[in-house]
C-alpha cells in the first residue's frame, strides 16, 4: 500500500507540535519546505498584536496568510518559488530581497526554512522600520547557541517570545536600525 501524504506534503513527517517536524526516515521536502498548522496564527494572536500589515516571506502554500486574511489583516505573500497558493504575491528570493513589498508600519511573519533561520531573521531585521518587528515560528532549540548569540543576539537580542508547545515557538524582534 503506497504511503499518504499528508497536508505538509510530506508522507513522513508527523505533527507533535504546531510546527512542523523535519525528523523524516529518508524524504526531505525542497528547499526546506515544512508547512506550520494554520492554528499557530490563533494561538499567536492571543498574546501578540501584529502591525495590520503583513508580509508573509515563505509563505508556501499559504496556511498562515489565510489565516491572517481571515482575522483581517493585510498580507502580501511571497516565497522563492509558486507553490500552488490562490493567493501567491510572486516569487522572491526573501534572502536577496533588497526592498520590502510596504511602505509604512508592516511586519514580517513566517515559518522560515530551520536550515536559514538565522538568515531570515536578520534580513527581516534589516528590512523592516524602526519598531516593526518579525515574527518567526521555529523550533526552540533556536534559541541555543554562541554563534547565534555572536551573531544576532548579542546587537540585536528578542524582544521577547511565545512557545505553543515545547517544540514550536515565535520569536519577535524588533527593527532598531532601519
Not at 58 to 72: F, I, N, S, T, Y
Not at 74 to 103: C, K, M, W
Not at 105 to 114: G, H, Q, R
Request: aromatic share 12%.
Amino acid at each position: 500500500m503506497a504511503r499518504q501524504k499528508d497536508w505538509t506534503g510530506n508522507g513522513n513527517s508527523v505533527w507533535k507540535t504546531l510546527g512542523a517536524s523535519n525528523h523524516t526516515g529518508n524524504e526531505r521536502e525542497q528547499d526546506d519546505y515544512y508547512a506550520t498548522d494554520p492554528i499557530a496564527i490563533d494561538k499567536l494572536l492571543t498574546v501578540e498584536r501584529p502591525h495590520k500589515q503583513i508580509w508573509e516571506c515563505a509563505c508556501g502554500a499559504g496556511h498562515l496568510a489565510e489565516r491572517l486574511k481571515k482575522q483581517g489583516y493585510e498580507v502580501i505573500s511571497t516565497d522563492i518559488r509558486d507553490r500552488g497558493y490562490a493567493h501567491f504575491d510572486g516569487e522572491i528570493d526573501f534572502l536577496s530581497a533588497q526592498n520590502a513589498p510596504f511602505s509604512g508600519d508592516f511586519d514580517i511573519l513566517t515559518n522560515p526554512p530551520y536550515k536559514y533561520g538565522k538568515e531570515f531573521v536578520q534580513k527581516a531585521l534589516e528590512l523592516l522600520p524602526i519598531g516593526c518587528r518579525c515574527y518567526m515560528f521555529l523550533k526552540l532549540t533556536f534559541l541555543e547557541g554562541k554563534a547565534r548569540f555572536q551573531q544576532l543576539y548579542k546587537d540585536t537580542p528578542p524582544r521577547g517570545y511565545s512557545c505553543f508547545q515545547s517544540e514550536c515557538f515565535v520569536l519577535r524582534m524588533a527593527s532598531l536600525t532601519r
